[in-house]
């Protein structure tokens, strides 16, 4: 996998925030849902997600930066390809030799078990400033859950299946969004200094009538026409099971009511609302309603704040 960081598109320097800002950018863009006949685009998410696995994780990001690891999180070679020596020994090269290690006749079984944990901190080389690097993890796993609308507004727990054929079952975090991960420790791989992780990418699906804006939910409520005239208490749907609502008479179409906590999780707590919409539905050649316009007329300027 090429460098992480030119992978995400961000500098070496960059924030934990603006490493999560970069990646869920770029899933949003390359998720496969949204790429069905673009393969390469799945490609790119799966190289986006890896970069993201690695430098979200603290340990794992220094210990690449200190070229520990490399961008797939397996341990770099302690001797540079081509570079002759020992990396860090400026003069190079097999007559350079390794210079501060007590001279010649290095003991390289010492050496790589120092690096990589044979005989720790025993070792008369015994890693860098005499301790040994910690043996690596095991590769992380990557998995995909889609979750419904109302699952993901709710927080409702969700089963997955892990590699290994167990299962374990999910609360999901508020405020949760397509692109949002959540790590599972120990569920990855093993390796000899233990599990990787499992990292599962969530997908909310779209609603037939439920919208999205923010920590609230949109919906357009069909009402008559008596409804709106007389007023009337109708039942709405919400995430939650419907509700009844109260019109109140005189309403007119674009008129917004509000549902207090009936919206999403909130990641500082607390939910959104749900904001209902009502829209007169008139029914198609009616004789009866036809009949009752022609009886009354209403002279309001109604367009009068549009200059017409």
């Given at each position: ?9 961000i ?33 790119k ?49 097999p ?23 044979g ?36 927080q ?9 054929g ?74 939650d ?68």
């Amino acid at each position: 996998m090429a460098d992480p960081y030119s992978t995400l598109g961000i500098a070496k320097s960059a924030s934990e925030a603006e490493i999560k800002s970069a990646y869920r950018k770029l899933a949003k863009e390359l998720h496969p849902d949204r790429n069905k006949d673009n393969p390469k685009a799945a490609e790119k998410f799966s190289d986006v997600t890896k970069a993201y696995d690695l430098l979200s994780d603290k340990t794992k990001r220094a210990q690449f930066d200190r070229g520990e690891i490399d961008a797939d999180g397996n341990p770099a070679m302690p001797f540079g390809y081509g570079s002759g020596g020992f990396r860090g020994d400026p003069r190079g090269g097999p007559q350079g030799g390794f210079s501060g290690f007590g001279g010649e006749g290095a003991d390289f079984g010492d050496i790589f078990e120092g690096l990589f944990g044979g005989r720790g901190g025993g070792s008369s080389f015994g890693g860098f400033g005499g301790r040994s690097a910690p043996p690596p993890k095991g590769a992380n796993v990557a998995y995909r859950l889609s979750v419904s609308f109302v699952d993901a507004a709710t927080q409702a727990m969700q089963r997955i299946t892990l590699a290994d054929g167990k299962t374990i079952d999910l609360k999901l975090p508020a405020g949760v969004e397509t692109g949002t991960q959540m790590r599972l420790a120990g569920k990855g791989q093993p390796g000899p200094g233990g599990n990787g992780d499992g990292i599962v990418t969530i997908t909310v699906k779209d609603h037939p009538f439920f919208e999205r804006d923010g920590a609230h939910i949109r919906l357009d409520l069909p009402i008559t026409l008596g409804e709106a005239v007389k007023g009337a208490k109708v039942k709405v749907p919400t995430v939650d099971g419907p509700v009844m609502l109260s019109i109140p008479p005189g309403s007119s179409s674009g008129r917004v009511m509000r549902l207090k906590g009936k919206g999403f999780s909130q990641k500082g707590g607390g939910r959104g609302d749900q904001l209902v919409r009502l829209m007169i539905d008139l029914p198609k050649d009616d004789a009866g309603l036809a009949k009752l316009v022609d009886q009354w007329t209403d002279k309001r300027p109604v367009r009068a704040e549009l200059g017409v």
